[in-house]
């Protein structure tokens, strides 16, 4: 009897183990629809109470493609069409600097000297060589007249007089010698001094008085009041299709010069790393100096855009972005991709497509989520 009781205990404990277990899921189940119900009673609740701000006084324009010039834009150098970098051909002691960056010279204005002590012992040396030879020219040219006139005579005979010929010669040539090593020195000495090849400025001094001079080593730069140039390299891909004469726009923003140039020179060898090639630009401006960065813009003719005026687009931190206006006439902060810059507009790369319309006068009265009040402009 006990083996036959205990099967039906264990069933019994059984069943009342899956009904706690039953009743336990049913009381989860309640209480997530209690607080799914109350969930939804608040977000309908709130969302009874959302009321967006009214927006009036705004310029609101629907977007559409425009045509504007294309053009590729580079970047480049402004720099004097002639320059010259000083240098000594001779090593010593600056003894004095006449001129300073920023002056005004003329050609041929001292600008600077160096010890000449040496070079003018060198010319003392060969002034009195050449006196000294001048001197034993005369005397062999007198010698040779008095044994010519004795030769003449037959009181000599030809060697004698071929032998007194040849030292009248000797010395004459001597002579000569001397006197070009006098103008050797002569010139060794006016190295001393170095003059401007140029009329034009100086725009760097990179020596001071009591400094030695090394030959070959800059000293001085000059830039002459011929003009200058922009140096600019491009992309391969115009290689070909740029001419001399061909007019340029150029921007020069540290100056706030916007201006046209024209191509002057144009290097066909295209570097291989960079792919590029190098063009200089003729323009004039009495604000333009050397070493100036500048935009280089070169037309490649026409092209679809979108644009929107610099005044709509509106930056808030790292972002840049418009307001636009829907259907409804809510407005939202759109982000955007900005571009090249076309007078008062802007390009739009990104963000934004025909037919969009956003928020182009009184935006600063725009709210991200506002709604425009009746009898707005739309």
Not at 147 to 165: G, M
């Given at each position: ?130 006196e000294a030879a001048g001197q034993n ?127 002057t020179e144009i290097v066909p060898a ?109």
């Open positions: 009897m006990k083996n036959l009781n205990r099967p039906s205990l264990f069933i019994s404990r059984q069943t009342a183990e899956t009904r706690r277990r039953y009743c336990l899921l049913l009381a989860i189940l309640f209480v997530l629809f209690i607080i799914l119900t109350a969930c939804r009673d608040k977000i309908g609740a709130g969302s009874a109470e959302v009321k967006r701000p009214s927006v009036s006084g705004v310029v609101i324009t629907k977007i559409e493609m425009t045509q504007v010039d294309d053009y590729y834009e580079t970047s480049g150098t402004v720099r004097a069409k002639v320059t010259n970098i000083i240098s000594s051909r001779v090593m010593g002691m600056v003894t004095a600097v006449n001129v300073k960056a920023g002056d005004e010279v003329r050609a041929g204005q001292s600008l600077m000297t160096l010890d000449d002590r040496d070079a003018a012992q060198r010319v003392k040396a060969a002034e009195h060589g050449l020219m005369e005397l062999a040219d007198i010698t040779y007249r008095r044994y010519k006139k004795l030769h003449d005579e037959k009181a000599l005979s030809r060697q004698e007089i071929d032998q007194i010929e040849t030292q009248k010669k000797v010395a004459t040539s001597e002579y000569q010698r001397m006197k070009a090593s006098l103008e050797d020195a002569k010139i060794y000495r006016g190295f001393s001094i170095m003059t401007s090849p140029i009329a034009g400025r100086v725009t760097e001094k990179k020596i001071e008085a009591g400094n030695i001079a090394m030959p070959g080593m800059p000293l001085l730069t000059l830039e002459g009041g011929s003009g200058f140039n922009i140096e600019a390299y491009v992309d391969e891909s115009l290689s070909g299709k740029l001419k001399n004469g061909m007019p340029v726009r150029v921007v020069i923003d540290p100056i706030d010069l916007a201006t046209m140039g024209t191509i295209v570097d291989s790393l960079s792919r590029t090639f190098r063009i200089k630009i003729a323009v004039a401006d009495p604000k333009l100096k050397s070493g100036l960065y500048s935009k280089v813009l070169i037309p490649r003719g026409k092209k679809e855009v979108i644009l929107a005026p610099k005044v709509s687009v509106i930056e808030k931190g790292q972002l840049t972005g418009v307001y636009t206006v829907d259907n409804l006439g809510v407005i939202a902060y759109r982000l955007v991709r900005t571009g090249k810059t076309f007078g008062d507009n802007v390009e739009i790369l990104s963000g934004l497509t025909t037919g969009d319309r956003i928020i182009t006068g009184g935006v600063e009265k725009a709210v991200d989520g506002g709604l425009i009040s009746e009898g707005n402009s739309r």
